[in-house]
């Protein structure tokens, strides 16, 4: 007696695995290369599932981070700035970090500057890199301040906004055999070395900034506020000061300057809303409080897509076979359930752990999957080729040998467009 042949549902749903990322490949490069696409080309680009954490579901009743305080200096001459520092170094902060640029001297208010600037061993200047079009990785020089001012530690003032929304920022880049470290960490290391060293040695040269919660994560004090008789700015001693732009004057209306877009989306009319000196404010809390965030290498994206794909197909093949008049009216909704429960857990995972999971290969795959198995049982079919979803068909060697004589010889195609002759 002929043993019975047994089909496994591992081998099935491997290979059409493998035909859904390809088909996922396929996909993607059509989105990209057409200009049909473009609109949903950067949706792609833009999407990104912590936006969501960020502007929705993190708590807004946090407190002011009281570690960090921001001095706004509107559009202060270099006079005036001179006087708000003066009057800054009086109460003593650790770190003084001045998110500007004094590249060009313009005359005797220079001298004022110099001087407030050269009060303490505590100031840190903003700095920005020239790049070529071509090698963005390391800078083809640096702007910064005159050397008329005195030396002082530098840090860039960059931010990663891939397209357009910043979601990180480069913890240095290089000109020629010179490190310039972000502004962030060049305070940090003069705050506080220990933290600086621990976040240094992290290994990826791009890092996620971790925004903080609250509608009003820091405390700004308006220019008008500086002066020595302010008793309230007795907190900043001992704290770090960042002084830049947020608004024109105490009570200006939101402006557009130096705002960039984030995932927090304050706006409700969908405008840049945060200003570069509070960025730098939440990169300096996200490295005080440690709660970084952990971004898991593309390869394992792939390998957590490739896996969660191949289960859902091996329950998909197997049910397909046992439970075929069933099949078609409960797949998409255990499809869409599992959709669901995989962007909750990659969610919950961000939230819990600060672990950043891609889940967009592993959503493609599902959508793609059931389509793709479609097409390769017809195929099967059309080869009668056995296998697991195959097996109930029994089919013989004579039968495949005439199959097979009928799609060489492409009689399939010659039936569908043969022509009946008409009767004369």
Known sequence: MKKQKKY???????????????????????????????PLDEFFD???????????????????????????????????????????????????GIDAVFAEQK??????????????????????GEFDEDDEDEAIGIIKSNP?????????????????????????????????????LEIMSKYDPNVFLEFAQRKSKTEIINYRAGYHPYIIFDYEEISDTNSNLEIIKDKIVLMGYVRMHQGAPTDTIDSHFTPIKRSEYGYADTKG???HAHILSMLLSKDYVQKVPDWINYLIALIICQLFLMWLVYYYVH?????????????FLLIVLVLWATF???AKFGIKIDM??????????????YLYEETLELFKIDSYLTQNFKYTRDERIENFRYIVRLEFIRNRFKRTRKRV
């Not at 496994?8 to 990209?32: E, K, M, P, Q, S």
């Not at 005359?107 to 500057?113: A, K, P, S």
């Open 8 to 38: 496994y549902t591992f081998f099935d749903a491997f290979i059409i695995n493998i035909f859904t990322f390809l088909a996922v490949l396929l996909l993607w490069a059509i989105i990209d290369s057409v200009d049909l696409f473009n």
């Open 46 to 96: 833009n999407f990104d599932y912590t936006d969501l954490y960020y502007s929705e579901l993190r708590h807004n009743d946090m407190v002011p981070d009281t570690n960090i305080f921001i001095v706004n200096i509107g559009t202060l001459s270099r006079a005036e700035l001179a006087k708000q520092i003066t009057v800054l170094q009086k109460f003593q902060p650790k770190v003084i």
């Open 107 to 128: 005359g005797m208010e220079d001298y004022l500057l110099k001087q407030a600037l050269n009060l303490d061993n505590n100031i840190v200047l903003g700095g920005f």
């Open 148 to 184: 008329f001012f005195g030396e002082f530690p530098v840090g860039h003032l960059e931010f990663i906004a891939d397209p357009k929304i910043v979601r990180e920022f480069d913890k240095f880049i290089r000109f020629n055999d010179t490190i310039i470290n972000a502004f962030s």
């Open 277 to 279: 000196i509070e960025i």
């Open 323 to 335: 439970g075929a008049k069933l099949f078609d009216i409960l797949s998409k909704p255990i499809q």
């Open 348 to 350: 919950m995972i961000f």
């Open 360 to 373: 967009i290969p592993s959503v493609l795959t599902l959508v793609l999957c059931i389509e793709v198995l």
